[in-house]
């Protein structure tokens, strides 16, 4: 409980220095710097420091360098992306950038502002074999997971840049591997979708209101006990993007979608951090209760049961995911031990997720 007391504590402090309120030193802004980092949004703080720094002191000097090599990464980073949008559009797959780097462009001062380790890109389920053999062509190397139909909707593939840059792009065919994912079905999205220009001719990125609905279901059905700085800033920023018509679009198309309670307190929870405004979202508080759903790990595994259409398609999600690909079982170098024992391993493993936050 103390040490619960302690982040939170530490939490309200960062956010007091990012929206500026009270006297808060340059001492007391390099101390947050830490904590900063696990909530995402130390490149933020780091801005606000440095208008409190003399220019020419060894810290500011640091500190923007540091903000020289994320520019420089980013850059670099964006012109693969740049190049993964231009050979998907050579061979006839849509694709969308969404979560972070789509926001990072579309809404944050600066991109590197936004902190993410890749790219998330959404195909239509057809395209989903073109897309993977572009990436593949550009070097582009899946990473082994989980698989099953009903349990996994994407797949990260990875490629190393001959001076060492890791490109991770995280190919989706569904917004979530969660079953309320169904609600945003991706040729909708598609068919929604903005111009990205930031990152060339092909890019494009979900509209506002589709944006917002992504970062709802993403807190409700992955991180509802732990909802980070950053991800509030997101739905901020979209919030604070959007006029009076568009929110009371986005609340009717939450309503519509099945996605007003993730939608209600998501934003309750942006309300009551940053001081989001929720003109025009009545509609969500109408539609039921207005709270998080438990942080617990096996209660979210129950949202998305009772998600799922009948018996028949609840019993094979769960025998997904107790028993994925002998392959996937043996990699990372357990070639020698019985399967059974492996299989074992995960189950125990998987009672000790689903009991914790």
């Known amino acids: ?75 670099r980073r964006n012109m693969q992306v740049r190049v993964v949008l231009d050979a998907l559009a050579a061979a006839g797959v ?69 001076d060492g840059v890791l490109h991770n792009v995280d190919l989706h065919w569904a917004v979530s591997n969660s079953a309320r994912a169904a609600a945003l079905a991706p040729r909708a999205l598609l068919a929604r979708a903005r111009p990205l220009p930031a990152l060339g001719a092909h890019a494009a990125a979900p509209c506002d209101v589709d944006a917002l609905l992504l970062a709802c279901l993403h807190l409700d059905a992955h991180h509802a006990g732990d909802v980070r700085l950053m991800w509030l800033e997101d739905v901020h920023l979209l919030v604070a993007d959007m006029d009076l018509c568009a929110r009371v679009g986005a609340a009717d198309r939450a309503a519509m979608t099945g996605l007003a309670g993730a939608c209600a307190w998501v934003l309750a929870a942006a309300r009551d951090t940053l001081g989001t405004p929720l003109d025009g979202f009545q509609i969500l508080a109408e539609a039921g209760p207005v709270r998080a759903p438990s942080p617990h790990r096996a209660a ?9 259409p009948d018996t028949r398609t ?22 020698d031990t019985p399967l059974w024992r492996l299989y074992l391993a995960r189950a125990l493993r998987g009672l000790a997720h689903l009991s914790r936050r």
């Open 314 to 335: 609840r019993a094979a999600w769960l025998v997904q995911h107790a028993f994925p690909p002998a392959a996937f079982m043996r990699s990372g170098g357990r070639d």
């Open 94 to 162: 849509p694709a969308l950038v969404f979560k972070g780097t789509a926001l990072a462009h579309s809404h944050y001062p600066r991109p590197e502002l936004r902190p993410r380790d890749d790219t998330d890109l959404l195909v239509d389920p057809r395209h989903l074999e073109a897309a993977a053999g572009v990436l593949h062509a550009l070097g582009f190397e899946p990473v082994p997971g989980v698989e099953g139909a009903l349990i996994m909707r994407q797949r990260l593939y990875r490629r190393r840049d001959g």
């Open 1 to 75: 409980m103390a040490q619960r007391e302690h982040t939170e504590t530490v939490r309200q402090r960062l956010l007091a220095a990012l929206r500026g309120d009270g006297p808060a030193g340059a001492a007391t802004l390099a101390a947050l710097l830490d904590p900063a980092g696990p909530e995402g949004v130390a490149p933020l703080l780091r801005e606000r420091l440095l208008e409190l720094l003399p220019a020419n002191s060894a810290q500011a000097r640091t500190l923007r360098d540091l903000a020289l090599r994320e520019a420089a990464l980013e850059l």
């Open 300 to 308: 979210g595994w129950l949202r998305d049961l009772e998600a799922l």
